[in-house]
């Protein structure tokens, strides 16, 4: 018989709708106002610090929900953000901001059993959360100095293995180039085959110095160190920003140096700066034994060696010669030693390991230094305005080589677990391959944020309002079946996009959930109408709904889809608040061609269906 619902069609409704309603409800739990303090380089966040600071914002009047020690940092939840400010001085007062981070955040307040089946609140982005903002400068000169420097190790061991004899290689980054000097004509000749034989893109001009040459970059190949740097900065920059635990991030290129950063939720931007905007890294290598490290302090250094310090400011004598960089850590974790010291566990990958074991083979007895480097912007300014960044390099630690290493080994002498752990997150997430700097910052202010918030919500309520009044006034008892559709359909908006990880709601977004509104209901337009003039023609009830449905899908599905595909290209091309809106509408249609079809015949079949009528509430 015509209009009959199968048993299968009424479970796989109400299994989507509960399963939207489950993953919508976390949004009906406000926020809380919070404050994550962690230590940096130099501090240490205990038990004792939590309890510190506990009964230092009870003992000031600012009771707080809860105080707890998580992944060595202490969250602290309040009430309200008058109480998360005043809070925010007290742990400053307390700690000082030297050797803490006390950074201001909104935490969810998600039940227990909703967050064990993965349930979280929809993911908003900076316009209606809060949030920072960083406009962030690649240093394109480090990258290529980086280069050139590199370049002068690899055109020795080539020429070494294609037997050319010379006397000098050097590299002089303020040209962009590296000097050769060979013994004769024909080692020139010899350089020039061998060299452009491994890297077609080097360029080759004649030294002022007799049997010289001077190899520079085709501008090919300095466009692509320009482009993989930004894109490598990019991947890094994205997987600190994991490791910092924000949520949703955006980060994006801007033009050929500039990388954007959005981190939704952080009020305070001094814990994000530190960890962004490190270009950190660690440098191995060999104490200079034979050295006089008391001439090296007088200003006579020995060839090949440089002057390095500890945090302590004691001196060591170290080799120029890099035993190995940080590009080649492939994992770093905090733990601790034997004697119940802090250390970091490091693994690298295969070249570097070989590295390792080629640089150690000969050096068992000896001491290697680990050289921890960052960039920080300085006083002086370059040409477009930007800092100039200074290079700060600091022995973590000098140990005896008692085996030959590795792609496993070890880091010890660290002050502090926090720093260990702080260490190992830089070095996990990577090293930037040029130095980075943040030439711009912006905070958006929750209150800003709930503001859209509020104006978006009263743009989608008065919407559906006027809607639900339309349809009810011009479809009568139909239009309430189209009304519970168009709940359903919001329902699931909210469900999937909380659901989906990379799904985020904006400003935007929200004008792309007014205008799905409107969609919805349309399709049950196009079916109402088709069922009136099915009967119209003389059909009985149960044939124009039958025909009504079947002859309105073709329809709805060619305007549907058009608009998807259109939803697509703009997700696929578009930045920031397209892909925003994109993401909302392209959910909207699939969900509102499920309500406005497939529920609103479930309803009107169990009601009308299977069954004589004589007429249609419509």
Known sequence: MLNQNPLWRYLVVIGVLLLALVYAMPNLYPEDPALNINATRGGVVLESTRQQLEQSFISEGVTPKSVTLENGQVLARFQSAEDQLRARQIAINLLGTVNYVTALNLVPTTPGWLAGIGATPMKLGLDLRGGVHFLMAVDMKAAIDKNINDMVGAF???????????????????????????????????????????????????????????????????????????????????????????????????????????????????????????????????????????????????????????????????????????????????????????????????????????????????????????????????????????????????????????????????????????????LRAGALIAPTQIIEERTIGPSLGQENIDLGMTAIMWGMVVVLIFMVIYYRVFGLIANLALVANLVLIIGFMSMIPGATLTLPGMAGIVLTVGMAVDANVLIFERIREEIAEGRSIQQAIHQGYDRAFATIADSNITTLLVALILFGIGTGPVKGFAITLAIGILTSIFTSVVGTRLLVNSIWGGRRVQSLPM
């Open 156 to 426: 020795r061991a080539d020429l070494r293995e294609a037997k050319v004899r010379y006397r000098s290689v050097s590299a002089d980054v303020e040209r962009g180039m590296v000097q050769l000097q060979l013994r004769s004509a024909e080692d020139v000749q010899a350089a020039r085959s061998a060299l452009g034989k491994l890297d077609r893109e080097l360029v080759f001009t004649d030294g002022p110095a007799e049997f010289s040459l001077q190899v520079t970059l085709s501008e090919i190949r300095l466009r692509e160190i320009r482009e993989y740097a930004l894109e490598q900065n990019i991947t890094i920059i994205r997987n600190r920003v994991n490791e910092i635990g924000v949520a949703e991030p955006l980060v994006q290129r801007q033009g050929a140096d500039r990388i954007i950063v959005q981190l939704p939720g952080v009020q305070d931007p001094a814990q994000a700066k530190e960890i962004l905007g490190a270009t950190a890294t660690l440098e191995f290598r060999l104490v200079d034994e034979q050295g006089d490290l008391g001439a090296a302090l007088n200003g006579r250094l020995p060839p090949g060696s440089g002057l390095y310090y500890d945090r302590s400011g004691q001196p060591f004598l170290l080799e120029n010669r890099v035993m190995l960089t940080g590009e080649h850590i492939t994992n770093a974790s905090s733990s601790y030693d034997e004697m119940g010291q802090p250390q970091v566990n490091i693994s690298l990958d295969a070249q570097g390991g070989n590295l390792l074991s080629t640089s150690t083979r000969d050096s068992i007895g000896r001491r290697m230094a680990t050289v921890f480097i960052e960039y920080k912007p300085g006083e002086q300014l370059q040409a477009d305005g930007t800092p100039v960044l200074i290079k700060q390099e600091e022995v973590i630690n000098a140990a005896t080589i008692q085996a030959r290493l590795g792609r496993s080994f070890r880091i010890t002498g660290i002050g502090n677990p926090a720093e260990a752990q702080n260490l190992a997150l830089l």
